[in-house]
């Protein structure tokens, strides 16, 4: 399985960037995809993970309200809607593909190569 990850780019605070990741197989159906950041310096963070159903999305507290993940089978393709950015959201964003819904980045298989999202002050 192969993941690219895209959209990421230079935004001022409180603005908004999509995000979004196309896998390569069909099977991304059956997948859980989810969302991780990683900042220089800092441990690779959850953002956001959406069922093979698209029926449950889970976020950590820092994010909740202001990002949201959706995913398109059809397209095979899954998204992150970010909006009201603060600098502290300045990150390299990974998307990944696994078998059970969780935070743990353990649980991915799956990664993409990641794409930066710096927020200006």
């Known amino acids: 399985v192969q993941l690219q990850a895209s959209g990421g780019g230079l935004v001022q605070a409180g603005g908004s960037l999509r995000l979004s990741c196309a896998a390569s197989v069909r099977a991304f159906s059956t997948a859980v995809m989810g969302w991780f950041r990683q900042a220089p310096g800092k441990e690779r963070e959850f953002v956001a993970t959406?069922?093979?159903?698209?029926?449950?999305?889970y976020y950590p507290d820092s994010v909740k309200g202001r990002f949201t993940i959706s995913r398109d089978d059809a397209k095979n393709t899954v998204y992150l809607q970010m909006n009201s950015l603060k600098p502290e959201d300045t990150a390299v964003y990974y998307c990944?593909?696994?078998?059970?819904?969780?935070?743990?980045?353990?649980?991915?298989?799956?990664w993409g190569q990641g794409t930066q999202v710096t927020v200006s002050s």
């Open positions: 959406i069922r093979r159903s698209g029926d449950r999305v």
């Open positions: 990944a593909a696994g078998q059970y819904t969780s935070a743990s980045s353990s649980q991915y298989d799956y």
